[in-house]
């Protein structure tokens, strides 16, 4: 027995129209120039300017409607996934909201500045751990030049 989540043959010949179409006007044509009739040339040209094109403008119009539909909806994701990434943005937002007073906004703002890259996040953590110690920094060193070209 067939799966009745699976679309029928009449629903994929549909969806497949153009495919259809075009394949049935290649092999048209391909074998009429094969058997040696003069009219192959024709039926390719009649059959790529207004068969598939008609095929494609009656039946593959509902399919650009649900690409529309997918690619709002896929938008819609993205923006909610790119603010629940965001740690700035949803300090901003748990700020304008009323959820953080002024001094918690800032502290935490202060927070995720010093954090911004890898390294940073790094000796912040082990700021956490000693707090007496200070995260080191290192000592500025200039480039090394080529003596010749002093």
């Not at 598939?52 to 909806?73: C, G, K, N, Q, S």
């Not at 896929?74 to 953080?100: H, Q, V, W």
């Amino acid at each position: 027995m067939s799966d009745p989540s699976s679309p029928s043959v009449r629903d994929r010949a549909v969806g497949n129209a153009t495919g259809i179409a075009a394949t049935t006007v290649t092999g048209t044509w391909l074998a009429a120039l094969m058997l040696g009739y003069d009219w192959w040339l024709a039926a390719m040209l009649f059959g790529y300017i207004v068969i598939v094109p008609v095929t494609a403008m009656l039946f593959d119009e509902d399919d650009e409607e649900r690409d529309y539909e997918i690619d709002d909806r896929s938008t819609e994701k993205s923006s909610e996934t790119a603010d629940e990434a965001d740690p700035l943005a949803r300090l901003r937002t748990r700020y304008a909201e009323g959820e953080l007073d002024d001094e918690e906004f800032e502290r935490r703002l202060d927070r995720l500045l010093e954090t911004e890259t890898i390294e940073d996040a790094t000796r912040w953590a082990g700021r956490d751990r000693d707090p007496e110690t200070e995260p080191e920094t290192e000592p500025e060193t200039e480039p090394e030049t080529d003596p010749e070209h002093r």
